[in-house]
C-alpha cells in the first residue's frame, strides 16, 4: 500500500472495503471476487509503477476497464492489485489522412467514434455496451459487435498496442503504419483477457463513414424461416453491415423500453443493415427483401436516421431489458454454424424446458454467434444448479454441431473450465506456454482463461472457482 | 389530506424495516450491466465506481442485504449524486433509481443529529422570511460581505415587483428561491401565457416551496407538510403551469409519493409550462423573421429531460421566434442539481466544466435553461443564460 502510493498520487490508490467490493464484480454473474488495492492510473508510467510495485509484493495484477464484461474477465480473486483504467480516457492522436488513431485504453468505444465523426471516420466495432465499455476491454476480449460481419472483430482494428509486461517493462506491439515485420505479437496479444500484461494504448484503425445506409427490420412466423433466411442473404453473395435476429420473448421485453415498434407477435425479427454506395446499397436491400418475401417474412425500412437509430437502441438495450422480466440473467455466448443455427436454436429452447427455465434469444445471426439468455431470480431456492446446468447444456449443443465456445465476450472464469471441451491438452499447453512467454510469472490475471492444469506454471491458479463466486 | 400521509419512501411499520428502507424488489432489479454509467455526471468526470449508478446501488445492497457499515465511502457515494437521474432513462431495466436514492437520503438524514439543511430549507416555506432575508442578502451583496461565487449564489434584486394575477384559465406556480431571486422570470412567463390567450392566477403567499429541496435531503416530514400547503394553495381544476423544472418534477411526483387520491388528481393537473404552450402553439404570436439570425443552445434541466421527459417542447415553443441548436452532450447534468452546487462545489464544477465544453462547441449565442439551478450555476462560470420563454417574450415584446 505503502508502496502503491510512492508511484501514485494517495488519492488515487484506494483500500476502503467499499471501493473493493465494488470492484470484485463486473457485468457477469460471479460474486464474491474480492479486490485488493485498487490503482487509478493516468499513464504508462504509472502503470509501470504499479505492475512493479504488485511484482516486489508479490501480488497478482487485474486490469479493469468499465466493468462490462459478461464472463468475468475482470473479477479479481484472491485480494490481487487492481488496475482500473478510467481515468486513462484520452485520444492522443487522430491521423485522419492514415484513419489511425493512438487513444488510451479506458476510452469509451462510443466516444472514439464521436471524437472522429468531424473526420468522416468511426472505429466500426460495435459491442452491444459500446457507449460505455473501454477499448482497452475491447482488444482484451477482441470484441466483437453487430457491424463485425463485415468489418471484422476487434482484432481487425487494431494496428498496435503498447503493453506494459509484469516485469514492468513497456512495448510496442505490432506497427501504426498498418504491418510489422517478424511475427504477428500483436494478433497473440489482442484477445488475452488480461493475462499477458496491461495495455496502457492503442493504435487503432478508423473506418470511414458509409455515404449510405439501408436498414431493414423482417419480421417472420417461424424462427425457422428467419434462421433460413439469413443463410439465404449470405449464400446469396451479399455481404451486409449486420444481420442481428431476436425472438420473440425479447422483442416483447424491448419493445416495452424502446417503444420502436418492433412487432410483438413475431416469432422472430430480423435487422438486416446494407452500407455501401447508395446504388449498391438500394440493389442490395431490395434483395434482401426478395429473399425475406420468399420466406414469408414481413419487411419494414427504417425512413430516416432517427427510426435507425430507434431500431438499433432497441437491439442493443435487450441484455438490459430482460430485468424487466426477471431480476437476473445469464448470457451466453457461443458460435455455430450458419446453417444448423435454426437447429440449435431450437435445441436450446428444449434445454430450457428441461431445466424449468425461460430464454431469450439475441444475437448476431450473420456469423452465427449465438446470445442465448436464462432468466432467473437468483433469490429463488436452488435455482443456481439448474441454470448452469442448461448453460453447460447449450455449450455441449453448440460445440456438436462444430461450434466453438465464445464468440466475444470471452473466456474469462466463465467458460475456463469448458476449455477441455473444445481443445486436446496439445492445445491447452500450447496456449499456456504462449501466455508464459509473454507472462512467466503467471500473475497476469491469473485463473482465467486456461483450466489448472494446463501448464505447471498456473501454480498459483486454484482447482476451481472458488466457492461462492458463483452467484 | 389526513395527517397519516406517509411518503412511499418512508415505509413506515412495515414489519421488518431494511436498514436503508429500500423496496427489496427495486434494489434487485439492477443487473450490473453498467449501461447507465456514460449517463452519469459523477462518473464521467471521475471514472469511479463508487460514483456511478450502478456502483451506488451495489452500494445499497452492502449495506441493507449484507450489513455492511455505513461507513465514510458509503457516505460520500451518496452524497455526490446530483439526483439528476439521467440514469433512469439510459436503464434498459427500468431501474426506479431516484426511488432508491430518495429512501437513502432519508435514512442517512435521520441519522444525522446536526443537518443545517434542515434549517436552511425551513426557511423555504415562509416566503415572507424568505424575502426579508433575500433582501438583506441583496444588500449584504451590494457590500461585498457575500462570497457569492463561492456559494454558488447570483446577483439577488433588491427589489421586485409584485405580480398580479390576470384570470383564472392557468395557474403559474411561483415557488420559494425562484420568487425570491428570480421573479423576472416568473414576469416573462406570465407575459407569454398571456400573449397566448391565458389568463394567469397566482398562488400568492400560500404557497412557497414545493418541497424539491427537502426530499432530495432526505428530510421527509419537511417535504410532506409543504406539499400539503402547496396542494391547498392551487386549488380547482385549472392546470398548474411549472417554468422551473425542478418543482414540476416533484410537483408531478406528488400523487406517487403520497398514494392518495387528492395528490394524484393534483399531479395529473401539473404540467411544465413549455407543455403546455407547445400544446396552444396556435394561440401564440407569430414572429418577425429578423430573430431567427440569434442562435439559442437548449440546456434541458435533468428534471425537465429526465424525469419529466419533456425535451421537446422547450425546442418546439422556442423554434418558433429563434434558432435552436442541440448540445452534443446527450442532455448530461450541468452539476446544479438544487443545492448540490453548494454543497459539493469540486464536483459540480467538474460537472459544469463539461457542460462549458459543448456550450463551446454548439457555437451559440446564448444559452435557454427553465430550471432557476440550472441559470445560476451557468451564469456563475461566465455562461450568457436566460430561461427559455425570457427570450421568447422578449421577441414578442420586440415584434409588438
Not at chain 2, 398571456?194 to 416530514?221: I, K, T, Y
Not at chain 2, 393537473?269 to 430573430?291: I, K, M, S
Amino acid at each position: 500500500m505503502r508502496d502503491l502510493r510512492q508511484v501514485l498520487p494517495s488519492d488515487r490508490v484506494r483500500t476502503a472495503p467499499l471501493e473493493r467490493s465494488l470492484m470484485g464484480r463486473d457485468a457477469s454473474i460471479f460474486e464474491g471476487g474480492r479486490a485488493g488495492p485498487v490503482c487509478f492510473p493516468v499513464g504508462t508510467e504509472e502503470v509501470q509503477g504499479c505492475v512493479d510495485t504488485a511484482r516486489r509484493h508479490g501480488r497478482a495484477v487485474v486490469p479493469r476497464g468499465a466493468g462490462t464484461g459478461l464472463a468475468g474477465g475482470a473479477v479479481p480473486l484472491e485480494e490481487p492489485v487492481v488496475v482500473v483504467t478510467t481515468k486513462m480516457n484520452r485520444l492522443l492522436s487522430v491521423d485522419a489522412d492514415s484513419r489511425v488513431a493512438w487513444v488510451q485504453p479506458g476510452m469509451i468505444n462510443l466516444d472514439l467514434s464521436r471524437a472522429t465523426a468531424p473526420y468522416g471516420l468511426h472505429f466500426a466495432p460495435d459491442p452491444s455496451s459500446q457507449q460505455v465499455c473501454s477499448l482497452g476491454g475491447n482488444v482484451g476480449t477482441n470484441a466483437g459487435g453487430p457491424h463485425c460481419l463485415a468489418h471484422g472483430v476487434t482484432s481487425s482494428h487494431v494496428l498496435a498496442v503498447e503493453v506494459v509486461l509484469m516485469s514492468g517493462e513497456a512495448v510496442v506491439l505490432g506497427n501504426p503504419d498498418g504491418w510489422a515485420p517478424g511475427m504477428d505479437l500483436r494478433g497473440a496479444y489482442v484477445g488475452s483477457e488480461g493475462m499477458m500484461g496491461i495495455t496502457t494504448a492503442i493504435a487503432v484503425r478508423l473506418t470511414p463513414n458509409p455515404p449510405a445506409v439501408q436498414t431493414l427490420l423482417l419480421a417472420f412466423d417461424s424462427v425457422d424461416a428467419a434462421a433460413q433466411t439469413v443463410s439465404a442473404v449470405i449464400a446469396d453473395g451479399i455481404v451486409p453491415a449486420a444481420i442481428e435476429m431476436m425472438d420473440n420473448n425479447i422483442i416483447r421485453a424491448v419493445e416495452a423500453f424502446v417503444g420502436a415498434g418492433f412487432p410483438t407477435d413475431a416469432a422472430a425479427v430480423v435487422i438486416v443493415e446494407v452500407d455501401g454506395l447508395p446504388g449498391g446499397v438500394a440493389e442490395e436491400a431490395d434483395r434482401v427483401v426478395e429473399l425475406a418475401t420468399a420466406r414469408g417474412g414481413s419487411v419494414r425500412r427504417a425512413a430516416d436516421e432517427e427510426e435507425r437509430a430507434l431500431l438499433w437502441k432497441g437491439r442493443k438495450s435487450a441484455f438490459g431489458a430482460i430485468a424487466r422480466i426477471m431480476p437476473n440473467y445469464y448470457l451466453h455466448d457461443t458460435v455455430v454454424p450458419r446453417t444448423r443455427l435454426a437447429e440449435v436454436m431450437n435445441r436450446v429452447y428444449e434445454i430450457v424446458e428441461e431445466h424449468d427455465l425461460q430464454v431469450m434469444n439475441v444475437f448476431h445471426a450473420g456469423d452465427g454467434n449465438l446470445h442465448p439468455m436464462l432468466l432467473f431470480d437468483r433469490r429463488e431456492p436452488g435455482i443456481m444448479p439448474r441454470v448452469h446446468a442448461a448453460g453447460a447444456a447449450i455449450i455441449e449443443a453448440s460445440l456438436a454441431v462444430g461450434g466453438v465456445l465464445s464468440g466475444e465476450h470471452g473466456i474469462g472464469m466463465e467458460k475456463r473450465d469448458f476449455m477441455p471441451l473444445m481443445f486436446s491438452e496439445a492445445d491447452l499447453d500450447a496456449q499456456a506456454r504462449l501466455r508464459r512467454a509473454f507472462d512467466p510469472s503467471g500473475m497476469a490475471n491469473p485463473s482465467k482463461v486456461l483450466p489448472t492444469g494446463a501448464s505447471c506454471a498456473d501454480i498459483n491458479a486454484l482447482d476451481k472457482v472458488p466457492d461462492g463466486v458463483w452467484g | 389530506m389526513s395527517s397519516k400521509v406517509s411518503l412511499r419512501i418512508a415505509r413506515e411499520g412495515s414489519p421488518a424495516k431494511p436498514t436503508l428502507g429500500i423496496d427489496p424488489e427495486e434494489l434487485a432489479s439492477c443487473v450490473s450491466c453498467g449501461l447507465c454509467l456514460p449517463h452519469c455526471p459523477t462518473f464521467r468526470v471521475t471514472g469511479e465506481e463508487w460514483a456511478s449508478p450502478r456502483g451506488r446501488i451495489s452500494a445499497m445492497r452492502e449495506v441493507q442485504d449484507n450489513g455492511a457499515a455505513v461507513d465514510a465511502a458509503f457516505l460520500s457515494s451518496m452524497e455526490t449524486c446530483v439526483q439528476c437521474r439521467g440514469c433512469e432513462p439510459a436503464c434498459p431495466s427500468g431501474v426506479p433509481f431516484g426511488s432508491m436514492m430518495e429512501a437513502t437520503q432519508a435514512e442517512l438524514a435521520q441519522r444525522r443529529r446536526f443537518d443545517l439543511r434542515r434549517w436552511g430549507f425551513r426557511v423555504l416555506s415562509h416566503p415572507r422570511l424568505l424575502n426579508l432575508l433575500s433582501r438583506i442578502l441583496a444588500v449584504a451583496q451590494r457590500l461585498r460581505l457575500v462570497p457569492s461565487k463561492r456559494l454558488g449564489l447570483p446577483p439577488i434584486p433588491l427589489a421586485q415587483k409584485r405580480l398580479r394575477p390576470t384570470g383564472d384559465d392557468v395557474w403559474l406556480f411561483t415557488g420559494c428561491v425562484m420568487d425570491a431571486w428570480q421573479r423576472s422570470t416568473h414576469t416573462a412567463v406570465k407575459r407569454v401565457l398571456e400573449a397566448a390567450g391565458a389568463g394567469v392566477a397566482l398562488p400568492g403567499a400560500g404557497a412557497g416551496c414545493c418541497g424539491a429541496l427537502s426530499l432530495h435531503a432526505g428530510l421527509e416530514g419537511h417535504t410532506r407538510s409543504l406539499a400539503i400547503r402547496t396542494m391547498k394553495a392551487l386549488e380547482g381544476t385549472s392546470p398548474i403551469l411549472v417554468d422551473s423544472a425542478g418543482c414540476g418534477a416533484v410537483l408531478k411526483e406528488y400523487g406517487k409519493h403520497f398514494g392518495t387520491p387528492e395528490a394524484a388528481a393534483f399531479s395529473e393537473r401539473v404540467l411544465d409550462v413549455h407543455e403546455w404552450l407547445a400544446a396552444h402553439a396556435d394561440q401564440l404570436p407569430t414572429a418577425g423573421e429578423q430573430r431567427q439570425d440569434v442562435t439559442v443552445a437548449v440546456h434541458d434541466p435533468c428534471h425537465l429531460r429526465h424525469v419529466q421527459r419533456v425535451h421537446q417542447p422547450v425546442a418546439d415553443v422556442l423554434s418558433r421566434y429563434v434558432t435552436v441548436v442541440a448540445l452534443d452532450d446527450e442532455g448530461l447534468c450541468c452539476g446544479a442539481g438544487g443545492a448540490y452546487a453548494a454543497m459539493q462545489p469540486d464536483l459540480a464544477a467538474s460537472i459544469r466544466d463539461r457542460k462549458l465544453e459543448a456550450i463551446k462547441r454548439s457555437g451559440a449565442d446564448i444559452v435557454a435553461s427553465a430550471n432557476p439551478g440550472c441559470t445560476i450555476h451557468l451564469a456563475n462560470a461566465g455562461v450568457a443564460v436566460r430561461h427559455p420563454l425570457e427570450i421568447v417574450g422578449e421577441v414578442i415584446d420586440h415584434d409588438g
